[in-house]
């Protein structure tokens, strides 16, 4: 089971800087450094608060399932200070080596409501697996 920190995505603030980088012409690529647009790698809605979703760097998620989709909707089993909530894989994260933030896993808004804990954020000592 690994140990990771865990970062916020696909929160209000998150999408916000999205939306707020198209509005002044940046491309997909360019907004999408900034902020997140809310859709996960295969089309789901991950700026929801109802259903903890997650994202991972495609070294787990293809080692497990796949370079398809066969990894969308997978269940994950995330646990933070003694709490486990069971969520899906939604969406991916950069490969581990571009990935800036230091981050093994991110949390969208249903997670953080799970956790109690309030976007943007960054958690230290998360561990994940497969459910």
């Known amino acids: 089971m690994p140990i990771v920190n865990a970062s916020s995505f696909a929160d209000p603030q998150d999408v916000a800087a999205y939306r707020k980088a198209i509005a ?3 491309t997909e690529a ?3 450094k900034v902020g997140d647009n809310g859709i996960g790698k295969w089309g789901d809605i991950t700026a929801r608060d109802d ?3 997650c994202a991972l760097p495609p070294e787990d998620w293809v080692a497990k399932w796949g370079a398809g989709s066969n990894a969308r909707g997978r269940k994950v089993a995330v646990t933070y200070r003694g709490k486990t909530v ?3 894989l939604r969406d991916t994260m ?3 080596a571009d990935i800036k933030n230091g981050a093994g896993i991110d949390l969208n808004p249903g997670f953080a ?3 109690g804990v ?3 954020f960054m958690l230290h000592g998360v561990k994940w697996e497969w459910v």
Do not use: D, S, T, Y
């Open 94 to 96: 950069p490969h581990k």
């Open 113 to 115: 409501k799970a956790f």
């Open 86 to 88: 069971i969520g899906e």
């Open 51 to 53: 259903v903890p979703m």
């Open 118 to 120: 309030r976007p943007p």
């Open 24 to 26: 002044q012409g940046k």
């Open 30 to 32: 360019e907004a999408l």
